[in-house]
């Protein structure tokens, strides 16, 4: 998550939208079938770009951008941006390609869209009802409730990118394992592939879930540079460390950082040459958690 905060107003009322928009982005596209520039069989492809004004009971509440960077053969990589008031969050994750299992269509209503006035299919899936023209198949916008407020998304903007067919890289679903040892007990935490993005980029879950199992921040998110996950926002301290007993001996590294406000986020004992992370450390608040490389793919 990158968090940018001109004002300091409004934290909650954000991450509320957020962790709506992000848990429900299976369902912001639909499947946008009746572009007169689609080929027939193909589907998204990075590249696209969908923009929506948020309301409030009419009022302007913010924006919201959902952005294909990357895909592997099941599911898209994505960005999600939300802008309310002054502040902005930036988050990646992962969403089914097409429709996901679950969703059901509920009934129709008549909105006020980009291309004018339509009557649309609502389909509800994940909290989050989405407005989509029978015709085509086009989402228009949506609603999602929290509270006793429910915020509608209308759209403004797209690009749609096609594709007939792609083929994953090697790298997708490679891992490297990391563990916690404190006395007998031990914890596993991956740094796993899981999408080729534009720009030779790739998209990279630190995947928490062999001991975080059902819990919905199991896995965190990234954009790197390359397949061995270190975060393209990922800053350099400056600071380089040796690193002793490593798996693969005594190795010199460099410390990055990527930080969450001051007090969350990771620390990086990364080596330049092979891209590889040693060392993942995790921080909340004045706790860490270190994790040592324990296996490569």
């Given at each position: 998550m990158i968090w940018k905060d001109r004002s300091g107003v409004g934290t909650l009322l954000v991450i509320a939208v957020v962790v709506i928009l992000v848990a429900s982005a299976a369902a912001a596209y639909i499947v946008l079938s009746g572009s007169e520039d689609k080929e027939e069989g193909a589907i998204l492809a990075p590249g696209t770009v969908l923009k929506y004004d948020l309301f409030v009971a009419d009022d302007d509440f913010g924006k919201y951008e959902f952005e294909i960077l990357g895909q592997n053969s099941k599911e898209y990589f994505v960005k999600l941006t939300t802008e309310v008031g002054a502040s902005e969050v930036s988050q990646y994750t992962s969403t089914p390609k097409g429709n996901p299992a679950g969703m059901k269509k509920t009934g129709t209503i008549v909105f006020d869209t980009m291309d004018g006035e339509k009557t649309l299919e609502v389909w509800e899936y994940g909290g989050v009802k989405s407005y989509v023209d029978p015709s085509s198949g086009f989402e228009y916008g949506g609603e999602m409730s929290f509270g006793e407020d429910t915020v509608v998304?209308?759209?403004?903007?797209?690009?749609?990118?096609?594709?007939?067919?792609?083929?994953?890289?090697?790298?997708?679903?490679k891992a490297y394992e990391y563990t916690y040892r404190d006395g007998a007990r031990s914890l596993k935490m991956y740094v796993r592939c899981i999408a080729d993005c534009l720009d030779g980029q790739y998209g990279v879950a630190y995947d928490f879930s062999s001991f975080m199992s059902g819990s919905t921040s199991n896995k965190d998110y990234f954009l790197c540079d390359?397949?061995?996950?270190?975060?393209?926002?990922?800053?350099?301290?400056?600071?380089?460390?040796?690193?002793t007993g490593t798996i693969d001996g005594d190795i010199s590294v460099e410390i990055w950082e990527f930080?969450?406000?001051d007090m969350m986020g990771y620390v990086l004992y990364y080596e330049p040459d092979t891209n590889i992370i040693y060392r993942v450390v995790?921080?909340?608040?004045?706790?860490?958690?270190l994790f040592d490389l324990t296996g490569k793919p």
């Open positions: 998304m209308k759209l403004t903007y797209y690009e749609l990118i096609w594709q007939e067919e792609y083929k994953e890289s090697e790298f997708i679903g390359s397949p061995q996950g270190l975060p393209k926002d990922a800053v350099f301290t400056e600071s380089t460390y040796t690193l930080m969450i406000g995790l921080k909340s608040g004045v706790n860490e958690i």
